[in-house]
């Protein structure tokens, strides 16, 4: 089957600290993995991708990946958090094959809350 | 250049209604996919259209229709609408059937009443 898992409904963390938000797959073949953030009431934003290539994948507002192949992991990180990183986080696979091939399958998304 | 748009926003309706959502693709766009949001999940897909058919297509029933024109602009439609309808509708838009971004609309939050 594939899947994607959030393991976290919520992360909290102080602005300035790192921040990690998890995320595990599953899919056949190599995975194209992607982190969306969605702010309230807005659609999606995209982060970054990993599609192939150098494991730590570097994204936008200072946010970046690391795609681990034996622990079917890509989680999100940034070296300092912000007040404004608080938002919605989803982490998603591309379909391999059935119906969905091609498009995303999501997990069920990480709230972030960066206090000051 | 204008991104992803869709409309309307909002939308209430009552059970047994239909609906129509419409969305218009990031320029230079000629894929569009459907997913629906939940409160307080993931999105889900719904189906894509490419050259004016559908292309792919999750697990949802035929009460969800869609349309392409050839213009790439998209809709989405719901009929016989149920109370778990209620959610907010995404279109995504994308440069090609494999294209491996998809740049996602602000959505259509839909309420069933």
């Known amino acids: 089957a594939q899947s994607v898992a959030q393991p976290e409904d919520q992360v909290n963390v102080a602005e300035g600290n790192p921040l990690t938000v998890k995320c595990t797959y599953s899919?056949?073949?190599?995975?194209?993995l992607f982190w969306y953030v969605q702010y309230p009431n807005r659609g999606l934003q995209f982060l970054l991708k990993?599609?192939?290539?150098?494991?730590l994948v570097k994204g936008s507002y200072g946010f970046e990946a690391e795609f681990n192949k034996s622990q079917t992991s890509f989680h999100l990180k940034k070296p300092s958090a912000l007040v404004s990183d608080s938002a919605l986080y989803f982490c998603?696979?591309?379909?391999?094959?059935?119906?969905?091939?091609?498009?995303?399958?999501f997990g069920k998304g990480t709230k972030l809350s960066v206090k000051p | 250049d204008a991104g992803v748009t869709q409309s309307p926003t909002h939308l209430i309706k009552t059970r047994g209604q239909q609906v129509t959502l419409r969305c218009s693709p990031k320029?230079?766009?000629?894929?569009v996919s459907w997913y629906q949001q939940a409160l307080g999940q993931g999105p889900q897909f719904i189906f894509q259209?490419?050259?004016?058919?559908?292309?792919q297509r999750g697990n949802f029933p035929d009460r969800f229709s869609g349309h392409q024109f050839p213009n790439y602009s998209s809709e989405l439609n719901v009929n016989a609408l149920l109370l778990g309808d209620s959610a907010l509708y995404l279109c995504?838009?994308?440069?090609?059937?494999?294209?491996?971004?998809?740049?996602f609309g602000p959505g259509t939050r839909l309420t069933v009443t």
């Open positions: 995504a838009s994308s440069p090609g059937r494999n294209a491996y971004e998809q740049y």
């Open positions: 899919v056949s073949g190599n995975p194209y």
């Open positions: 990993y599609i192939t290539g150098d494991n």
């Open positions: 998603a696979v591309r379909a391999n094959y059935g119906g969905s091939q091609g498009n995303l399958i």
């Open positions: 320029s230079g766009h000629d894929t």
């Open positions: 259209y490419y050259e004016e058919e559908e292309r």
